[in-house]
């Protein structure tokens, strides 16, 4: 079990920006991801993808942040982060970190408790 931890969210103007963190515990070096990055929920909508890290060379984007948002990792803190820029008031949701690791056939898929963005007119 990998306990996930986002931090980083509040509430902000339309066109300002946040970065979140979504921090992992030392369990996560036991293995090798496959995806971790952030979904999002509003109310009334589905959770929807929004910026992942795969084994693919450029990170996956949703259309609806590419060019605004942009995930990356830090291998060293166990951490991946989301840096969200021109925010707009459509982006407000609780925003949820997500890993899904392998270690050989033994895989899991670990979520965090989410963090609330908001994004004013």
């Known amino acids: 079990q990998v306990q996930l931890v986002e931090s980083g969210g509040g509430l902000v103007q339309s066109g300002g920006s946040l970065r979140l963190s979504c921090e992992a515990d030392r369990r996560v070096s036991q293995y090798n991801f496959v995806h971790w990055g952030w979904y999002r929920q509003a109310p009334g909508n589905q959770r929807e993808r929004v910026a992942v890290?795969?084994?693919?060379?450029?990170?996956n984007y949703a259309d609806f942040v590419k060019d605004r948002f942009t995930v990356s990792r830090d291998n060293a803190k166990n951490t991946v982060y989301l840096q969200m820029n021109r925010l707009k008031p459509d982006d407000t949701a609780v925003y949820f970190c997500n890993l899904r690791g392998c270690s050989g056939s033994v895989c899991g898929n670990w979520w965090g408790q989410g963090t609330q963005v908001t994004v004013s007119s």
């Open positions: 890290i795969t084994s693919a060379v450029t990170p």
